[in-house]
């Protein structure tokens, strides 16, 4: 699961627990500038990952990590599809987070506030 925040214009999201390892990944910080918009979509996961590198997929269970898929770079950490939030991105070193959060709701509405209030 992950914590997203946001600070200083930075969204920020905190890879937690075991996650960190099967991620190879803690933290990801992206300028506000760079974010486009979240959204709660529990269907997501079914969609092709692509090409692992690093992280961890076993299907059903989690998907963690860097996928690239069509030139995309997608940063995955989801174990339960029904608390998954995607967070479409420009101009970064990933096109979009599919980020396993507490509360999708909430999550969404923080990073569109965010982006509203720029």
Known sequence: MALVS?????LTVEVEGLDRLWAVKSRIEIPLGN?????????IVREPKGIRAPGTHLPGVIVAGTFHRDGEKVFWDVKNPERAVVIELADAKYTRLVIEVADPRSTVALVEQALRSR
Request: no cysteine; net charge negative; hydrophobic share 35%.
């Open 6 to 10: 946001v600070a200083n214009d930075t």
């Open 35 to 43: 974010v486009r918009g979240a959204t709660a979509d529990p269907g």
